[in-house]
């Protein structure tokens, strides 16, 4: 009787460490939509380019304050030179969005130092492949290519390191 007792412990120990590597081993959620965006000098950027590496992407607006707000940390971020990419997009003529030549003017007028990327998703089809709803929003990805986080509202770098920290 002892030794199937002690068994059925070993086996559901084994059970339960082989639980914890896998979770700390994958990143949990759907697949990042792939997309091919041109950045504000015309670069194409193809989400599966930065495979092998963790992306922070932030969907934002030149009329929202609360994003415009936050520009000067994201540069901070940036500049951080963390082991993550930083990308950000905006949907010009979308979402009473500038349309694009106006955009590029107004962010070539505004002062930033950082070197951001800022890719261009006219018409807005990236923002619903992501299912975003407000600006800004933020979504983390996993250098597997996977959605590990997504969050509406202003996310402040504290926040953002913590969480780009948590997944491989």
Same mark, same amino acid.
């Given at each position: 009787?002892?030794?199937?007792?002690?068994?059925?412990?070993?086996a559901?120990?084994?059970?339960?460490?082989?639980?914890?590597?896998?979770?700390?081993?994958? /990143?949990?959620?759907?697949?990042?939509?792939? @997309?091919?965006?041109? =950045?504000?000098? &015309?670069?194409?950027?193809? #989400?599966? %380019?930065?495979?092998?590496?963790?992306?922070?992407?932030?969907?934002?607006?030149?009329?929202?304050?609360?994003c415009?707000?936050?520009?000067?940390?994201?540069?901070?971020?940036?500049?951080?030179?963390?082991?993550?990419t930083?990308?950000?997009?905006?949907?010009?003529?979308?979402?009473a969005?500038? /349309?694009?030549?106006?955009?590029?003017?107004? @962010?070539?007028?505004? =002062?930033?130092? &950082?070197?951001?990327?800022? #890719?261009? %998703?006219?018409?807005?089809?990236?923002y619903?492949?992501?299912?975003?709803?407000?600006?800004?929003?933020?979504?983390?990805i996993?250098?597997?290519?996977?959605?590990t986080?997504?969050?509406?509202?202003?996310?402040?770098?504290?926040e953002?390191?913590?969480?780009?920290?948590?997944?491989?």
């Amino acid at each position: 009787m002892k030794l199937p007792f002690r068994l059925l412990i070993l086996a559901a120990l084994l059970l339960a460490f082989t639980s914890c590597s896998e979770a700390l081993s994958e /990143n949990r959620g759907p697949a990042a939509p792939d @997309f091919a965006l041109p =950045d504000l000098n &015309g670069t194409v950027h193809h #989400l599966d %380019d930065y495979r092998g590496k963790k992306v922070y992407l932030l969907f934002w607006a030149s009329w929202c304050s609360i994003c415009l707000s936050g520009l000067n940390e994201m540069e901070e971020l940036i500049e951080s030179e963390e082991d993550f990419t930083v990308l950000t997009v905006v949907s010009p003529g979308t979402y009473a969005e500038r /349309n694009a030549n106006e955009f590029k003017a107004w @962010f070539s007028s505004i =002062d930033h130092d &950082g070197d951001f990327i800022v #890719l261009l %998703d006219e018409g807005g089809e990236v923002y619903g492949q992501y299912e975003m709803e407000a600006y800004p929003s933020s979504v983390w990805i996993g250098s597997d290519g996977r959605i590990t986080e997504r969050r509406t509202g202003h996310v402040t770098n504290y926040e953002i390191l913590e969480l780009m920290n948590s997944i491989r």
